[in-house]
């Protein structure tokens, strides 16, 4: 089956699915992007992602190419064309095209946009989250402004590529104070030994994902206590269970880090339930209303 991408208000078939060569997001990562969980055929969390990305357009002073209700129609349209029922939609937004150079382009220059969508079958993340994952650390050496889902990600990759030469799933980063950070596409979570969550607070130094803030509401409904400050790497090592979140990953346990076992080297209870109720959770979502 032919898959089809949204380019610049088109709908195309993927060979013919390019952008400029002066595109800004190709030259200098100048853009924005988000990827949003489909799950039966439905967008998940659409209206947190839709908030996001409108935070990280102000935030970088991108003009908004459409608006978000527009924006909603071009992302179903582009899951429908692919007929994807369970994968990822991805949206990316740049500064648009222009002569090279470093300053902004000429005020009214429109931003060039991209949607592309894919299936990715449960099972897979299934089996993951059944066996559990593990995880390197590497030393964090990313720009301050983490908090914006920007597509600027080079370190993001380098820390993902020594995740996959190590055999692992994942790596955290890990600051100068000795303190986790995130990971190289999700955000990293721990349980302590009285069963408290932890993660990393998100007003700066890691990314406000979208799992994790669904994931307060789920733990609130479980009878869960999440506390938000910052963990070491002992702490983590040292900890009953760990797991990671993202809308590519949910949440998945963590099993391993640095090749030394968390709790008994076997997913937790807390993650397994956080995992099994997010979809629950998820699938009331169109009855809520959320705040970004």
């Given amino acids: 089956m ?7 208000g088109l709908y195309l078939r993927h060979p013919e699915a390019v952008v400029h060569v002066e595109d800004r997001g190709y030259q200098f990562a100048d853009g924005v992007y988000e ?3 489909i799950r039966d055929g439905r967008l998940i969390d659409e209206a947190l992602h839709m908030a996001r990305l409108e935070r ?10 459409m608006s978000l209700v527009a924006l909603g129609v071009v992302l179903r349209e582009v899951v429908r064309r692919n007929r994807v029922q ?8 740049t500064r648009g095209v222009a002569p090279r150079n470093h300053a902004f382009p000429a005020e009214g220059t429109p931003p060039s946009i ?10 897979a993340g299934d089996l993951r989250a059944e066996k559990g994952v593990s995880v390197i650390t590497v030393p964090e050496n990313r720009w301050d402004r983490v908090d914006i889902k920007t597509t600027s990600l080079l370190p993001n990759v380098l820390a993902k590529q020594a995740a996959k030469e190590a055999g692992a799933y994942e790596a955290w980063f890990v600051d100068a104070d000795g303190k986790v950070t995130e990971g190289s596409s999700t955000n990293a ?9 932890v993660t990393r607070p998100a007003e700066s130094g890691i990314l406000r994902g979208i799992t994790r803030t669904v994931l307060f509401e789920v733990a609130k409904a479980a009878g869960l206590r999440i506390e938000e400050r910052a963990f070491s790497l002992d702490e983590a090592k040292a900890a009953r269970e760990a797991f990671i979140s993202a809308a590519t990953a949910i949440v998945t346990p963590v099993v391993e880090i640095d090749g030394q076992p968390v709790g008994n080297g076997s997913p937790g209870t807390v993650a397994t339930e956080l995992r099994r109720r997010f ?3 998820a699938a009331q979502a169109p009855a809520r209303s959320r705040g970004g």
């Avoid at 032919?2 to 610049?8: D, I, L, Q, T």
């Avoid at 592309?116 to 099972?123: C, E, G, H, L, Q």
Wanted: proline share 4%.
């Fill in 35 to 37: 990827v949003c969980e």
């Fill in 189 to 197: 979570w721990i349980v302590t030994m009285d069963g408290g969550i």
């Fill in 86 to 93: 369970d994968g990822l939609v991805y949206l990316q937004i």
């Fill in 56 to 65: 990280s357009l102000k935030e970088l002073r991108i003009a908004q190419p």
């Fill in 114 to 123: 991209v949607v592309t969508a894919k299936s990715s079958p449960r099972s």
């Fill in 279 to 281: 979809h629950e959770f």
């Fill in 2 to 8: 032919s898959r089809f991408a949204y380019v610049n």
